[in-house]
Structures are given as structure tokens and as C-alpha cells.
């Protein structure tokens, strides 16, 4: 159910702000981003965005909630995971929150912080990307 | 970069131009929760780290540990926290936007601007959700051999 900005707003317009301000906007967006209502949450960010073009908050908000776009590149090839994935499903069973990198079919690191395992791979200068996974 | 399609859709015209494999979790977990694990690579992470594929979960979400190194370089929606409600309750957090990476076994790679919620709190393991990322890419699985395609709205 809208609220608020969002009633008053029903037939916009970008002339008529019928008095919302950025601050009344922002909080509307908020409810609806707390109720998981996300399509009315990104409709009041997107016209919150031109209502008020240099608003620095609500420009940002657009810009967060605005679905992205992607694009392809280069790199980021990863070897074929079934040995390694084959590994994780006999063995992180035993590594119960904990970080694991797994390459092939061989655990490379294990610790509970992530900062630990990603030391140990810049250290180990793996020639392919293991797989990191959290066991939760 | 000019995308060779390595999956076609209707007509002969591409839905993929990248695919890697998944793994899916054991017969043991409960069968409503999600099944598919994919690699990702968020941000400035040196390696793909895998998540669980929610079509059910409105934005992504990374352990606080991943967090960590993401808020370096992502940027926040607000200044203040948000409470989301998520599939394991309720959490105070933020929404944050920023590149998520898709490695390849065949295809091209592809980067999607991803919206993620991140929170000190959460216990879970790291989600792919679907209005912040998945509703942006086109994706279909082959379960016999477990491979994940994916490629390009436009």
C-alpha cells in the first residue's frame, strides 16, 4: 500500500512535488525497502531523482537501487571444479565455519578468517583461481 | 567486447555467452531452501568465492568477512543502516553497489553492477539475490552435467 510521498505522487509529474521533500522521499524509500516492497522502493527513488537532480542523498539512492547493467571482460577463467567440488562435498562437512580454498582436488587453505586464507593463497601464487567457499 | 553466444534462445538468437560449473548442496538440506552454488567474484576479492543462487531473496548478501573488504570500494545506498527482513530473520544492514564478476569455464566472463546488502550481523553463507542482480542477466542450468549458462539482457 503506498504512503506518503507515494500517494501524493500518484499522478506525477516532475513539476509537481505537491511538497515532498528529499527527507520525505528518503523515508518513504526506507519503508518500503524494510516491508521488501522493492518495486515501490525503486518508483519513489527514481522520482525522487528528478524531482531533485542535486540532492546528493537521494541521487545516491537512485544510483544504488537502479538495477545494473552488465558487460562482458576479459580473464577470469576458472578450470573445470569437479574434482574440487567433489572434495567439498566428502570433506567441508569437517571445516563447519570455516573459510576453505579448494584447487583440483586438494584443500589449499582452512581457517576461520578469511583474512588468513586469502594470506595463504597470495603467498602459495596458485597459477589458477582455487575456489573459496564459507561452510556455514 | 563482441559476445559470441555459446547458448541460443528462440530463433536462433543468443541467451549465453558464458557458462561455469555449480555445486549443489546435499540431499540433507532442507528442500525449501536454495540448492545452487555459483563462483562470484564481488569487488576487489582475489578469488571467486561460491554463493547460493535465491530467486527468493531480493538482494545479494555477503558474509560480514567479504563485507569487510567490500565496503573499501562499493558504495552505500545511505549513511544510516536498514532493517531487511532475509530468509534467516531479520537483520540491521546496509544496500551497496558495486561490480560483481561471473568466472568462466567456457564463454566470456561478465561483470553485472550488482546491489548487495551487507551486515555485521549475518550468520549465513553469501546469497545471489534476484531484484539486485540475478532480474539483470539471463540464466539457465543443465543439471545432468551441472553447468550454469548465463549472458546479457540487451
Known sequence: ?136 | MHSLPILFGKGGRPFATGMAPYLDRSPEVPPTDPRIYLEVQPGTLPCPVLALVDTAAPWCIFTPAIGKILQESFEPESKSDVRLSTRLGWYWGRLYRGPLTFPVLEGEPMEIDATVFLSAEWPGDNFLGYEGLLQRMRFAIDPRVNRFYFGHLE
Open chain 1, 1 to 136: 500500500m503506498k504512503s506518503g510521498a507515494a500517494l501524493r505522487l500518484d499522478s506525477f509529474s516532475p513539476d509537481d512535488s505537491q511538497g515532498a521533500t528529499p527527507e520525505s522521499f528518503l523515508a518513504e524509500i526506507r519503508v518500503a525497502l524494510e516491508a521488501n516492497r522493492v518495486a515501490e522502493a525503486l518508483d519513489l527513488a527514481k522520482r525522487a531523482a528528478v524531482l531533485f537532480p542535486d540532492h546528493a542523498d537521494v541521487q545516491r539512492t537512485h544510483r544504488v537501487l537502479t538495477p545494473g547493467r552488465s558487460h562482458s571482460i576479459p580473464g577470469h577463467r576458472i578450470p573445470d571444479r569437479r574434482d574440487s567440488f567433489q572434495w567439498i562435498r566428502e570433506n567441508a562437512e569437517r571445516y563447519k565455519r570455516q573459510w576453505i580454498a579448494v584447487l583440483g582436488p586438494s584443500l589449499v587453505a582452512a581457517s576461520p578468517e578469511l583474512e588468513e586464507v586469502l594470506r595463504i593463497l597470495q603467498e602459495a601464487k596458485l597459477e589458477e583461481a582455487p575456489v573459496l567457499m564459507f561452510v556455514a
